[in-house]
Nanobody, 127 residues
Framework: QVQLVESGGGLVQAGGSLRLSCAAS??????????MGWFRQAPGKEREFVAAISWSGSDTFYKDSVKGRFTISRDNAKNMLYLQMNSLNSEDTAVYYC??????????????????WGQGTQVTVSS
């Protein structure tokens, strides 16, 4: 079983930065064996993939529009996942969700409700 709690969202001006954190509580399987990621959902839109990271942290994947601006990272010793977001713009406004992939990264871009999800944290970018 996995429980996820996101934090770090807020209101920021365009061009600014935020760092999202996701704290994981895991039982039955080590945190460091799970691949993880971030999705986001803007009002009236579907939840979309943002970034993913392999269990070891050696492989990372990004939505094209955030490449070079966002960085995903993890600290397996602390059961933490992070998303550093720089050069934010209004199109980044959304609720951001932390996800644990139950079956690895084979379909990491797809929304799968059977994965473990956090409750989300709101990011609002003002122009």
């Amino acid at each position: 079983q996995v429980q996820l709690v996101e934090s770090g969202g807020g209101l920021v001006q365009a061009g600014g930065s935020l760092r999202l954190s996701c704290a994981a509580s895991v039982s039955g399987r080590a945190f460091g064996t799970y691949s993880m990621g971030w999705f986001r959902q803007a009002p009236g839109k579907e939840r979309e993939f943002v970034a993913a990271i392999s269990w070891s942290g050696s492989d990372t994947f990004y939505k094209d529009s955030v490449k070079g601006r966002f960085t995903i990272s993890r600290d397996n010793a602390k059961n933490m996942l992070y998303l550093q977001m720089n050069s934010l713009n209004s199109e980044d406004t959304a609720v951001y969700y932390c996800v644990v992939y139950r079956r690895g990264l084979a379909f990491y871009r797809d929304y799968d409700s059977s994965n473990y999800w956090g409750q989300g944290t709101q990011v609002t970018v003002s122009s």
